[in-house]
């Protein structure tokens, strides 16, 4: 059956109105209100933190804890020099990565790592290059120009 005008209809459910609670028996959430009877929940003022297991010992704390989050570690967004010898330009510039579809974030830092290879010389600005990745971009005649306050790690 063809859609057209006249046999056009809303989505099953898609119009169903809003729970009216407490405004009487024949709305048929009257009454206690689809609170239930008795029991901690039924109360004024109950609320209960998240994660709250009715006094069973929560998931987050029967799950075992290890190791050390550092918060403030800087995080690098990855490119690899097989993207950027896809990409095909002479030279990659910080503004370049996000137009390019190398990275999502405009704002977060660039690391490029060394994986693939380089056929034509290119000249890639990052703020930080693994070392395999350096040795690749000068073999193959480019240039890797590290930008900004992360300068490159002394061995």
């Given at each position: 059956?063809?859609?057209?005008?006249?046999?056009?209809?809303?989505?099953r459910?898609?119009?169903?109105?809003?729970?009216?609670?407490?405004?009487?028996?024949?709305?048929?959430?009257?009454?206690?209100?689809?609170?239930?009877?008795?029991?901690?929940?039924?109360?004024?003022g109950?609320?209960?933190?998240?994660g709250?297991?009715?006094?069973?010992?929560?998931?987050?704390?029967?799950?075992?804890?290890?190791?050390f989050?550092n918060?403030?570690?800087?995080?690098?967004?990855?490119?690899?020099?097989?993207?950027?010898?896809?990409?095909?330009?002479?030279?990659?510039?910080?503004?370049?990565?996000?137009?390019?579809?190398?990275?999502s974030?405009?704002?977060?830092?660039?690391?490029?790592?060394?994986?693939?290879?380089?056929?034509?010389?290119?000249?890639?600005?990052?703020?930080?290059?693994?070392?395999?990745?350096?040795?690749?971009?000068?073999?193959?005649?480019?240039k890797?120009?590290?930008?900004?306050?992360?300068?490159?790690?002394?061995?």
């Amino acid at each position: 059956m063809a859609k057209n005008l006249s046999n056009l209809r809303a989505p099953r459910r898609a119009n169903t109105g809003r729970k009216r609670i407490g405004r009487g028996m024949g709305s048929g959430m009257g009454k206690t209100s689809t609170r239930g009877h008795k029991g901690q929940g039924s109360r004024s003022g109950s609320s209960l933190m998240r994660g709250f297991e009715g006094g069973q010992m929560p998931l987050h704390r029967r799950l075992p804890k290890r190791g050390f989050t550092n918060i403030f570690r800087t995080e690098y967004s990855i490119v690899n020099l097989d993207r950027i010898a896809e990409v095909g330009a002479a030279e990659i510039g910080l503004d370049d990565y996000r137009k390019l579809g190398l990275v999502s974030n405009r704002q977060s830092l660039i690391k490029v790592l060394g994986s693939g290879e380089l056929k034509k010389a290119v000249t890639i600005h990052a703020h930080k290059f693994s070392k395999s990745a350096a040795e690749k971009i000068e073999k193959a005649g480019g240039k890797a120009v590290v930008v900004g306050a992360a300068a490159p790690e002394a061995a």
